[in-house]
């Protein structure tokens, strides 16, 4: 990349061992550069962009209204002096925001970066020890409330009444106005995904939307690329349908934007992830394989391995969808799963791996490895509080008691992956009840008879099919 020397003295800019780039100076031009430069070197790549906003406090531009300041920039874009010069990049000409192109180590100014800040009157500043503190603090406690999640702490239940939970400890530092907007961002978007482990689709996304002046407040984009894949995910497991699509593709947009501007790799990873869950929504599994793996790579980059472990096992899931042809290879991914599961003690709330791998034996005729492999799903759902996964795996279940069980077995188990599925509110239940009608037409009215005649429209937590 070619170095920028830009020059207080002159107010004049120089790529390289060149010319300077303008004839003449212009105090605005200058002072809208100069920002441009002093934010690639204070800021990570993905902060640097510079809005109208910022433009307006600078000495010579006070007083000016946004139109007239996207104007003035828009044209400097057009001049001869910059149109070629790939020095700035706009994400709308007119409008903005705009960043300097050249990376960090890439530009100099022929004064101290502190003087810079002092000349254009800026009030960005290093943090301070208080913010330093905060931030020890503050990493102390979102690592204990990580690793409560992955021990499976989700949230309070019969079999966790006393101590710490994940979800507890992540919306207590979200709401602690100690922190930054980024740093509490962080821990919204982590108890969201503790939500989200617990089925509750609905708290979900009403956290995210009651903690979006956070993402207004952060300049980390990578966060606020999070935020929508999450916001994307909450739509589309509540309901099908093409208003529900657009709200997906909306939210996808979005994330989409940040993550590339951001140019984060853990961002990607899970854009490409959320994308794999909705195109196979929509039946297209073997674009959502290339999607997951894709996601994979990025996981694997990133040292993430709650994320490595369970797109391992989304990639043996959707595999699976492909027919008996794929299953062999779908095997090999859930064994994957569970091997790093176990090296790195992590996905101890999923047993959605269990669960398909336990309906491929179950499929091909193994009787006792597919009613080893649910039964084991099944306890790690319930121990976890994951009432989508124990729903599923009673479905599985539904399979299992129809090829080797009895008819009674069978209406009683799928009437309670029914119960668990319609108490779950704004979830996709339609959805389920279809697949549920169409594999079962035989019991299914006498499944429908059950649910409308219990009392008690959840069964105890604790009890499993045996």
Known sequence: MTNVLISFQN?????????????????????????????????????????LQEIARLPSWKGRKAPHIGTNVGRYLQSLELNNKQLVSAQTRWAGPYRLIPDALSVKFDIPVAEVRQRLRLELQPASSTDRLALIRYTGLYVRARWLGSQGFL?????????????????????????????????????VEVQYRLGQIR???????????LVRGTPD??????????????????????????????ALGKANFY????????????????????????????????ELVHALEAFLITA???????????LGSVLHRLGPAFYPE??????LGFKIARIMKVGKDDSHGEMILGKIYLENGEKARSQRLLRRAERIADRAGNRINLADVKMV????????????????????ALRIFRDLKEFDTAQKEHYMESCFPDVWPDVLKAVKSQANPLPPRSALER
């Open 11 to 51: 107010q004049n800019v120089k790529l390289g061992t060149g010319r300077w780039i303008f004839k003449r100076s212009q105090t605005m031009r200058f002072e809208w550069l100069a920002l441009l430069g002093f934010k690639r070197l204070a800021v990570p790549g993905d902060q640097a962009w510079v809005t």
């Open 155 to 191: 949230n309070r239940g019969l079999d966790r009444t006393t101590g710490d939970t994940a979800y507890e400890k992540l919306m207590r530092m979200a709401d602690d106005r100690s922190y930054g907007s980024t740093l509490r961002l962080l821990a919204c978007l982590s108890a």
């Open 203 to 213: 708290a979900a996304r009403k956290t995210l939307q009651d903690n979006a002046h």
């Open 221 to 250: 984009s990578s966060l606020k690329a999070r935020y929508y894949l999450g916001l994307a995910w909450a739509h589309q497991r509540a309901s099908t349908g093409k208003f529900s699509d657009r709200r997906v593709e909306a």
């Open 259 to 290: 993550a590339e501007n951001c140019g984060d790799r853990a961002s990607l990873g899970q854009l490409a992830l959320r994308r794999s869950g909705y195109l196979t929504k929509g039946r297209r599994h073997l674009e959502a394989v290339g």
């Open 304 to 314: 993430n391995y709650d994320y490595v472990q369970a797109t391992c096992g989304n």
């Open 330 to 335: 779908a095997r090999c991914w859930l064994l």
């Open 397 to 416: 279940w539904g399979l299992w008691q129809q090829r080797f069980g009895n008819p009674k077995e069978q209406i009683k188990t799928l009437a309670s």
